[in-house]
C-alpha cells in the first residue's frame, strides 16, 4: 500500500521534498546507445531497415511501411457506432479548447514609422507518434493531430507500431481515427526507428523529413527524441504518468481512490501521491484504495504502482504546505479536491494539467474534457508545457522601419556595432544616409 511521509512540523526544502519521492528509474541516457544504433540502421536501409525492426520489437512483419488508404477507410468503416461518436466529441471538445491556444499577432510601434510585428508561424510538416507496445492508444491520435490542425500544420504524418494480433496492421482503431481526423500520411513503424524516420525521412516510402516530432511513447522514443533534436524539433522526452492530489477532509476518500488507481493503471512506474492535511481522511483513502486496487481489472500492475517508491501518502501541516510539495513535485496530473481549491489554485505554480473540484477527475482530461492529455512527465511540469496548438508554432518577428525612424536610431547602432568592433554594421546603416 501507500507508504507514508510525515512531514508535519518539518520545513524541507523544495529539493529535500523530491528527494522524498524520487520519480521511478527510466533510464533515456541508458537507452541512447540502442536508439542511436536503430535510428542509423533506418538512415541507411530505409524502409527495410523499419521492417526488420517491427519483426524483431513487435514480433511482426508489415506487408508494408506505408499504411494504404483502403485500410484506413475500412477501420473507418468498421468502427463501432459508440467509439465513433465518443471520438467525433473529443474531437470537437479539443478542437475548441486548442484553437484558444493560438495566440494572436501583435504589434508594437516604437515611434514614427518604426514597428515591429510578432507573428505566430506554423511548422510546415510533423511527424505525430502514436504509441503501441504494451497498450494502444487511440485516443493519442486526437491529442496529437487536433492541435497540428489548429495550428495550421499543412503536412501532419502519423506513425504507430505494427500489431502482431493484427497481421502487422497498425491498431484497426487509430487507423480509423486517423481517417475520421483526414489524416491520410500513415506509417506502421514504432519505437526509435520511427522517431529517425521522421527526422531524416525515408526515401523508398516518401517518407520527407518533419520539422517537429510529437508524441509520447517508451524510454527508446524518448532517447530517439533526445537524438534527433537539433535534426528536427521535439515536444518533450514524455516518461511513466504521475497524478498528485491535494485533498482536505471536505473530499470523498472513494473519488480520490479511484483516481490515484486511474493512473497507476498505466505503467508499474506510475507515480500516485495524495497530500492531504488530514491523517483521518488519509486513513479512509487508504481503506478504499486498498479494496478498489485488488477488484479493479489490471491490479497487479496498480498494485506495484502504488507500493513503489514514486507513490505516497504525504501528510503535511497545512494546505499551503501541500502546495509547495505539489510545486517541488510539479505533477503531470494535479487534482485538488478541498473546501476552497481556488486559494490552492492561486499557490500552484508546477502542474501539467490541473484538475478542480471533485467533478473533475484526470479521467475526464485523459479523454474527453477538452484539454491535452500530453502532458509533461517526471517533474518536467517545473519548466514545460504539455502539447497543445502552441507546440506546432513559432513566434516570428517582422521588422518595418522607415527611413525616418532609422535615421533616429542610426547612432544607437553605431555606437553598439564600434563597441563590438563589427564596424561593418554601422556602416550598413551609415551607407543609407552618406547619398
Ligand atoms: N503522456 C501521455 O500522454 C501518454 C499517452 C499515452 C501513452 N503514454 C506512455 O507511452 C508509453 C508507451 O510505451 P509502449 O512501450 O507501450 O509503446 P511505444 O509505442 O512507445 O513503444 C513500442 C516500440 O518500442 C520499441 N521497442 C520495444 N522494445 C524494444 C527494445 N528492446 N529495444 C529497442 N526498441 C524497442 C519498438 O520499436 C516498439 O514498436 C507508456 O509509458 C505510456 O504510459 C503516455
Ligand atoms: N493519462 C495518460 C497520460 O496523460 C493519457 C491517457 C491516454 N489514455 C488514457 N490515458
Ligand atoms: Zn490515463
Known sequence: MLRTIDLRGTRPTPAGMLALVPRAATDVSAALDAARTIIDEVRRHGAAALLDQSERFDGVRPAAVRVPASELAAALDELSPEVRTAAVQTIERVRAASAAQVPSSQTTVLGDGAVVEQR??????????????????????????????????????????????????????????????????????????????????????????????????????????????????????????????????????????????????????????????????????????????????????????IEGPQSALVLVDDLEQAADFANAFGPEHLEIQVRDPEATLARIENAGAIFVGEFSPVSLGDYAAGSNHVLPTGGQARYAAGLSAATFLRPQQIVRYDEGALREVAPVIAALSAEEDLPAHGEAVTARFER
Open 120 to 305: 505566430w508561424q506554423p511548422v510546415a510538416r510533423v511527424g505525430l507518434y502514436v504509441p503501441g507496445g504494451k497498450a494502444v492508444y487511440p485516443s493519442s491520435v486526437i491529442m496529437n493531430v487536433v492541435p497540428a490542425q489548429v495550428a495550421g500544420v499543412r503536412s501532419i504524418a502519423l506513425a504507430s507500431p505494427a500489431q502482431s494480433g493484427f497481421d502487422g496492421r497498425i491498431h484497426p482503431t487509430i487507423a480509423a481515427i486517423a481517417a475520421l481526423l483526414g489524416i491520410d500520411e500513415v506509417y506502421a513503424m514504432g519505437g526509435a526507428g520511427a522517431i529517425g524516420a521522421f527526422a531524416y525521412g525515408v526515401e523508398d516510402v516518401g517518407l520527407a523529413p518533419v520539422q517537429r516530432v510529437t508524441g509520447p511513447g517508451n524510454v527508446y522514443v524518448a532517447a530517439a527524441k533526445r537524438l534527433v533534436q537539433g535534426v528536427t524539433g521535439i515536444d518533450a522526452e514524455a516518461g511513466p504518468t504521475d497524478i498528485l492530489v491535494i485533498a482536505d477532509d471536505s473530499a470523498d476518500a472513494d473519488f480520490v481512490a479511484a483516481d490515484l488507481i486511474s493512473q497507476a493503471e498505466h505503467d508499474e512506474l506510475a507515480a500516485s501521491v495524495l497530500v492531504t492535511d488530514s491523517p483521518a481522511f488519509a486513513a479512509r483513502v487508504l481503506e478504499r484504495l486498498g479494496a478498489r486496487a485488488r477488484a479493479t481489472k489490471h491490479s497487479e500492475r496498480v498494485l506495484t504502482a
